[in-house]
């Protein structure tokens, strides 16, 4: 079993090692055992249930009323691109069970550093409406793996209308 330890620079430790970055004797010491957890913004629905763990792990910290998520504030933290991934999130929680006087945390509770766009997001080489629908349904049903439902639900469609449009792009 491997540790796949990566540095500031996003470079696999074994990498490091093989440019003469890291001491290769360091690397067998700290080689144990290798965990591979994707990015948070590739683990939609555990945005959810980190942000509720922490929230209330702060509001208990700092002796607030137990706070809950609005709905819109859920659907801020899902789109939100997480480049800091787990901690992040749990410092944008705390700054906002902090700052927030109100029991239920909304949107605007939340402030991201930094520009929170996609580093792949969309551009369009032309605006013909077709093409760009097509993109866009391609890009979230890759998003969620192909699944129609979550697909529907990110972009405020039925079921039944993704499948209509999708048969329309033949995709």
Known sequence: INIRLICASN???????????FRQDLMYRINTVEIKLPPLRERADDII???????????RKYTKV???????????????????NVRELQHAIERAVIMSDSNKLQPEDFFFSGNSAQ???????????EEIE???????????DGNISHTADELGLTRT??????QKHGL
């Open 49 to 59: 249930l980190l942000a509720e763990h922490f929230l209330e792990i702060y509001c």
């Open 161 to 166: 209308s993704l499948y209509r449009r999708m």
């Open 119 to 129: 580093p792949n997001s969309l551009a369009f080489d032309s605006f013909n409406l």
């Open 11 to 21: 470079m696999p430790l074994s990498e490091m090692v093989t440019s003469s970055d």
């Open 134 to 144: 097509k993109t866009i349904i391609e890009k979230v049903l890759k998003k969620y």
């Open 66 to 84: 137990l706070k809950e998520l609005s709905s819109a504030a859920h659907k801020r933290l899902k789109k939100y691109y997480w480049p800091g």
